[in-house]
């Protein structure tokens, strides 16, 4: 296992896992990535550089496992896979891999994913080829795990539907799932969940605002920042859309976990599907990378709408 920083340039042997080990990263926190090999979890909080062995026991004891790391839930980890000789099923970790809790009414699980959630759910729906209930199949939930739904039938099971899965971030119902050498299969709920937003107005929340922002790695004419985006305000936002100039001639590149574009020497980050709710006292994040020229300050002024942030 190896880690790099500055885009690729130059690389460097992560210490502390096991060659061959699987590597997904926490959706939120971007100094934390996850390992798991033979049965055993592991933790990285400085970017890959170095992990530590989790405590957690019980997990798998082979290779044949996937996990994944919740969009916009820092520390919120699922785990499949297994072998019908041993431990086999589904683990959620809350803690961000320190313990695992294995899913009683999963009997066994080969992958997971994420979609978005259901009309009226906080949490989002969960994906997953598995066999529950006696029954092998593809299941949904939209209730964290605690019971699930079959989605396809005897007629349609394509093979092979363990390597991957996974809802779409913008419309409720909707699934993605790779098959054996017959494609990418997906499919739409009949519940009426379906309907595609398309882009919809700018969101207009209102209410206290905190930012924080911190350039995390800078090098000859680029830099990358993290952004964090704090509720202070006393009711929750159904969509957020953060604004600042940016100071001599910085032109942003790309960006994560956010709609991010620049006009003139305004940018404006806006929410995407599943990290639109946040409620009072809690925050989302996201992060960018610009060019710069000259010298690489510091925006000074967030709006959050109308509104204007305090800075931390």
């Known amino acids: ?41 592991y933790v990285s909080t400085d970017g890959g550089a170095t992990f530590k062995e989790s405590p957690a026991g019980g997990l798998p004891s082979g290779d044949s496992v996937r996990f994944k790391a919740l969009p916009g839930g820092k520390g919120d980890v699922w785990l499949a896979g ?9 683990w959620h970790s809350t803690d961000g891999g320190a313990s695992f809790t294995k899913l009683s009414n999963v009997e066994q699980a080969d992958t997971i994913g994420f979609g978005k959630a259901a009309p009226g759910a906080s949490y989002q729906t969960l994906y997953t ?38 809802g779409d971030p913008r419309i409720y119902g909707r699934v993605y799932v790779s098959t054996n050498g017959r494609g990418v299969i997906y499919g739409d709920s009949s519940d009426g969940g379906t309907t595609d937003p398309g882009p919809g107005p700018d969101p207009t929340p209102t209410g ?13 004419g680029g830099f990358q ?12 936002w159904n969509g957020w859309s953060l604004s600042w100039p940016f100071p001599d001639g910085q ?8 709609e991010a574009a ?15 709710s946040v409620a009072a006292g809690s925050s989302v994040s996201f992060g960018f990378t610009a060019n710069w020229s000259g010298t690489n300050t510091k925006p000074t002024v967030f709006k959050l709408g109308d509104q204007t942030c305090t800075v931390a």
């Open 262 to 276: 620049q006009s003139g020497s305004t940018v404006t980050a806006k929410n995407i599907g599943w990290n639109a």
């Open 208 to 220: 206290a605002c905190k930012v924080t922002y911190k350039v995390t790695n800078q090098w000859s």
């Open 129 to 166: 080829s598995a066999k529950i209930g006696g029954v092998r199949g593809i299941f949904r939930s939209t209730d964290k795990g605690a019971s699930w739904t079959r989605i396809n039938d005897d007629a349609h099971q394509w093979g092979w539907t363990g390597a991957a899965i996974t």
């Open 82 to 90: 297994g072998a019908s000789d041993g431990a086999y099923g589904l």
């Open 251 to 258: 032109k942003l590149t790309q960006a994560w976990n956010a």
């Open 1 to 41: 296992m190896h880690y790099a920083t500055g885009f690729g340039t130059s690389w460097q042997a992560s210490g502390g896992i096991p060659s061959g080990a699987v590597v997904e990263s926490d959706r939120v926190d971007p100094k934390t990535f996850y390992g798991f090999k033979s049965g055993k979890f």
């Open 225 to 236: 920042t993290d952004v964090q985006l704090t509720n202070t305000g006393t009711a929750p």
